[in-house]
């Protein structure tokens, strides 16, 4: 069974500082990995993902990830947080012989001007 | 942009009755996806749906749940009789069959149980 891991419920960063949300995984196969976004009263969006080609990954809105196999991580960063950045961010694995996401609890991301 | 819509966004029903959630997946999409999300908790996979069939379920996804693609464009999911610990965030998802299977989510419909 595959399980994901977040640390920190809560980050409060500055505008302009570096964002970075920690995700670590457990799988028993090679998995691909996924990080989403929930603005408020909206649904989950796509940041990025990975499924075994390069390690690291660039996504949408200035957001990558890196692939590490011997820390079992996939962590989210950001060099530059802007105000539109404050959301809840979900870390998800799935195995690439199944269908299903396995979440994480999710890290809610505010920003200080 | 393509995208997976849901209604309602928010439902109240009481405990013991009927509910039938809807979705419209991705038009080209093959596969179909229910997760839910109870206050305070992680998003939890309920069952993936292809080819007119259930293709793996969890074990939340019992006997008082069902769904259905009653046609071309609707995915449903049902809870029969409903119960308050099934007050959640219901989210649909769909997806192609490429390789990642990279699933695209609506934007939810919340069941209040009462």
């Known amino acids: 069974a595959q399980s994901v891991t977040q640390l920190g419920s809560h980050v409060s960063v500055s505008e302009g500082a570096l964002v970075l949300l920690r995700c670590n995984y457990s799988?028993?196969?090679?998995?691909?990995l996924f990080w989403y976004v929930q603005y408020p009263n909206q649904g989950l969006q796509l940041l990025l993902k990975?499924?075994?080609?390069?390690?690291l990954v660039k996504g949408i809105n200035g957001f990558e990830a890196e692939f590490k196999k011997s820390e079992t991580s996939f962590h989210l960063t950001k060099p530059s947080a802007h105000m539109s950045d404050a959301a809840e961010y979900f870390c998800a694995v799935r195995r690439q012989d199944d269908y299903k996401l396995s979440f994480g609890a999710g890290t809610t991301v505010t920003v200080r001007a | 942009e393509p995208e997976v819509t849901q209604t309602p966004s928010h439902q109240v029903t009481q405990m013991g009755q009927e509910v039938i959630l809807r979705c419209v997946p991705i038009?080209?999409?093959?596969?179909f996806y229910w997760y839910r999300q109870i206050l305070g908790q992680k998003v939890e996979f309920l069952v993936s749906?292809?080819?007119?069939?259930?293709?793996?379920k969890s074990e939340i996804f019992d006997d008082q749940f069902s769904v259905e693609r009653p046609d071309g464009s609707n995915f449903t999911l049902k809870i029969r009789s409903t119960k308050l610990e099934d007050s959640a965030m219901y989210f649909c998802a769909s997806s192609n069959a490429d390789s990642s299977y990279e699933q695209y989510f609506g934007p939810g419909t919340r069941l209040t149980v009462t």
């Open positions: 799988s028993s196969v090679p998995p691909y």
């Open positions: 990975y499924t075994s080609a390069a390690t």
């Open positions: 749906f292809y080819n007119n069939e259930i293709s793996e």
């Open positions: 038009s080209n999409h093959l596969y």
